[in-house]
Nanobody
Framework: QYQVAESGGGLVQPGGSLRLSCAAS????????VGWFRQAPGKEREGVAC????????NYGDSVKGRFTISKDNEKNMAYLQMNSLHPGDTAEYHC??????????????????????WGQGTQVTVSS
């Protein structure tokens, strides 16, 4: 069974950092693009970052550029999202997903939801003092 599972969320103060992990099971992550998405109550799904299968193509949403870093470790079958300088606007449920077509200027899964192959149950990130 193909699955991804997120972990690493929690409560953090403004200015703090968190590292989210995405564990893939049932398939090899080195043949798939990975995306991170977030959704806050009452807001639309937002594309946070994506990385291609070999890790040499990355794209970030405008609101996280310079603060978040996406990475993959294909040997461990893991993907990560390092989040720095967090602020309350980053509060949301974060989902890791297998996506189609990560490109430097294109975040899959936003204009075309079929580009999200599947995603995990999510991990909650709350930024508050």
């Amino acid at each position: 069974q193909y699955q991804v599972a997120e972990s690493g969320g929690g409560l953090v103060q403004p200015g703090g950092s968190l590292r989210l992990s995405c564990a893939a099971s049932g398939f090899k992550l080195d043949t798939y693009d990975v995306g991170w998405f977030r959704q806050a109550p009452g807001k639309e799904r937002e594309g946070v970052a994506c990385i291609n299968e070999v890790g040499d193509t990355i794209n970030y949403g405008d609101s996280v550029k310079g603060r978040f870093t996406i990475s993959k470790d294909n040997e461990k079958n893991m993907a990560y999202l390092q989040m720095n300088s967090l602020h309350p606007g980053d509060t949301a449920e974060y989902h890791c997903a297998i996506v189609l077509g990560c490109r430097p200027s294109y975040m899959p899964g936003i204009s075309d939801v079929s580009e999200i192959v599947f995603w995990g149950q999510g991990t909650q990130v709350t930024v508050s003092s």
